[in-house]
Nanobody, 113 residues
Framework: QVQLVESGGGVVQAGGSLRLSCAASGGGISIMGWYRQAPGKQRELVAF???????NYADSVKGRFTISRDNAKNTVYLQMNSLKPEHTALYSC?????????WGQGTQVPVSS
């Protein structure tokens, strides 16, 4: 079992930045990533990063968001810059451990215009 603790969400003005963090309990974590679900829309992948540090991004966030991880802390980060109101969503962390997926409860990121 893996527990995920997310932090860093909150209201931000358009053009601002936020850094989300997600700490996972235990070891053996492979893929770590972030999804988001905007109001009235389906959940979508934002970015993920392999255990070797290779990042992958949704086209919509390339050049604006940066994912990184600290393997010693089992923590994944999502740096979000130049935020827009359309980035408003519930951002959820997910990790894979031995093929199983685990999810955090999510953190709200409302972007005000």
């Amino acid at each position: 079992q893996v527990q995920l603790v997310e932090s860093g969400g909150g209201v931000v003005q358009a053009g601002g930045s936020l850094r989300l963090s997600c700490a996972a309990s235990g070891g053996g974590i492979s893929i770590m990533g972030w999804y988001r679900q905007a109001p009235g829309k389906q959940r979508e992948l934002v970015a993920f990063i392999t255990s070797g540090g290779m990042p992958n991004y949704a086209d919509s966030v390339k050049g604006r968001f940066t994912i990184s991880r600290d393997n010693a802390k089992n923590t994944v980060y999502l740096q979000m810059n130049s935020l827009k109101p359309e980035h408003t969503a519930l951002y959820s962390c997910t990790v894979r451990k031995y093929g199983d997926a685990y999810w955090g409860q999510g953190t709200q990121v409302p972007v005000s215009s």
